[in-house]
């Protein structure tokens, strides 16, 4: 079974300061892709990031980037220059790549940013 | 271009009663999916629609169904509902046909039984 985990429920820091987000996961794929979603209060998901995992080059986003290490399997993101806008529920999401669209999501971390 | 809706946003059902939730796709996208969000189990996949065909299923009970129409609009239904089944309940779609997990969420279906 494939299996997500973020072991930090809740994080808070500074606006302007630079926060990484830990994910864990557990597959027996080899080709698969990793998300980082986000959840503000308003409750709509967005896509922060992609990676896909034959790629050994991190993803960037703007202040988004990703520390990937597919031996370790661990996948954290990193937020430079946080901003108040940045506070949301950040969920990491894993896929393999052969079958349906289906996500396995991580519990989620909730991240505020303070003024 | 308009965003993925769901309808209702709220409702409110007593035990044993049954509930259809809507989904209206972004405009292309033909891959409806949907998933649970509770306090508690965080996040779980319910079902996932590609052209009418249902291609893939999580791991809940019969009770939960789901359908997908010709215009990629897409229901699901919840009979006999418990207490447990208040959630949020996620849609989502995208616009291909192979897995990319790339999902645009709609802002969800606030569902509780009393």
Do not use: I, K, R, V
């Given at each position: 079974a494939q299996t997500v985990t973020q072991s930090q429920p809740e994080m808070s820091v500074q606006e302007a300061e630079t926060v990484t987000l830990s994910c864990t996961y557990d597959t027996s794929e080899n080709n698969y892709y990793l998300f980082w979603y986000k959840q503000p209060p308003s409750r709509q998901m967005i896509l922060v990031i992609r990676q896909e995992a034959y790629k050994q080059q991190n993803a960037t986003e703007n202040r988004f980037s990703v520390n990937f290490q597919k031996a370790a399997k661990s996948f954290s993101l990193k937020i430079s220059?946080?901003?108040?806008?940045?506070?949301a529920m950040y969920f990491c999401a894993f896929t393999p790549?052969?079958?349906?669209?289906k996500l396995v999501f991580g519990q989620g971390t909730r991240l505020t940013i303070n003024p | 271009k308009a965003g993925v809706t769901q309808t209702p946003r709220y409702l409110i059902k007593t035990r044993g009663q049954q509930v259809t939730l809507s989904c209206s796709p972004i405009s292309g996208h033909r891959s409806v999916s949907w998933y649970q969000q509770t306090p508690g189990q965080g996040l779980q996949f319910l079902f996932e629609y590609f052209s009418e065909t249902q291609r893939n299923k999580g791991n809940?009970?019969?009770r939960f169904s789901g359908r997908q129409f010709s215009n990629s609009r897409s229901e699901m239904n919840v009979s006999t509902?418990?207490?447990?089944?208040?959630a949020l309940y996620l849609c989502a779609s995208s616009l291909?046909?192979?897995?990319?997990?790339?999902l645009f969420f709609g802002e969800g279906s606030r569902l509780t039984v009393l």
């Open positions: 220059d946080s901003q108040l806008g940045d506070t790549y052969q079958g349906a669209q | 809940f009970p019969g509902l418990e207490l447990g089944d208040s291909a046909a192979l897995n990319t997990g790339e």
